[in-house]
């Protein structure tokens, strides 16, 4: 399987940008990239993902590097409901059957 | 907007002891996953559905078995438990094995 590499924990101050890395140097051609979410004693929760080209929603930007080999997950004003762990996952089998890995526990500081 | 129901939400179970847990798709969803989330892991794929068939499999022990029914749901079924099954297990569901959407989760204990 693909591997994704991100930092264990990020803090981020309440109201400002965050900025969530992930590397993915063994990404393939038609790998998608998925973000989720996971909240403390919740299920995980779908953020965002992208093949190629960056990608907005309401939640969050997803910006794709030119090599695809690292994207950024990028919360434009964090808030305290932001505090969760983000997962960034390739999905290698077209069908969405995510491998999660080792995330990283984004904290928000009041 | 209609969620992805899991039953039952708690479950409490001794070792050697069989467990079924049920998810319920979100309506029209056709996709169906289930995962295994232990204390202090990472959610860990275990099996999917696609119309009633087996789509795809991870890392699901042969105790363990699930299949999709006519009307979608799904049903995980586990026997001979073993304290190391002491999990949450999610469901999600898909239309057309697009954007998974999870459930609230079913938190299984073992004795």
């Known amino acids: 399987d693909a591997k994704t590499t991100q930092p264990n924990s990020m803090e981020s101050n309440e109201e400002e940008p965050v900025h969530l890395p992930c590397n993915h140097s063994?990404?393939?051609?038609?790998?998608?990239i998925h973000w989720y979410r996971q909240l403390p004693s919740q299920g995980p929760e779908y953020v965002i993902h992208?093949?190629?080209s960056n990608v907005n929603n309401r939640m969050a930007s997803l910006a794709i590097a030119e090599d695809r080999k690292s994207s950024t997950l990028i919360l434009h004003r964090a808030t305290l409901r932001d505090a969760a762990v983000y997962y960034c996952?390739?999905?290698?089998?077209?069908?969405?059957?995510?491998?999660f890995g080792t995330g990283t526990r984004l904290t928000v500081i009041p | 907007a209609a969620g992805v129901i899991q039953s039952p939400r708690h479950l409490i179970k001794e070792k050697r002891e069989t467990a079924t847990l049920k998810c319920y798709p979100i309506?029209?969803?056709?996709?169906v996953y289930w995962y295994q989330q232990g204390p202090g892991q990472d959610p860990q794929f275990l099996i999917s559905?696609?119309?009633?068939?087996?789509?795809d499999k991870g890392s699901i022990p042969d105790r363990f078995s699930a299949q999709q029914f006519s009307d979608y749901h799904s049903e995980l079924n586990m026997s001979s438990l073993e304290l190391g099954d002491s999990a949450m297990y999610f469901c999600?569901?898909?239309?057309?094995?697009?954007?998974?959407?999870f459930g609230p989760g079913t938190r299984l204990t073992v004795l």
């Open positions: 063994t990404i393939s051609g038609t790998d998608y």
């Open positions: 996952i390739l999905d290698q089998t077209g069908a969405n059957n995510l491998f």
């Open positions: 559905f696609y119309e009633k068939m087996q789509s």
């Open positions: 999600a569901s898909s239309l057309e094995r697009s954007i998974p959407f």
């Open positions: 309506p029209r969803h056709d996709t």
């Open positions: 992208g093949l190629t």
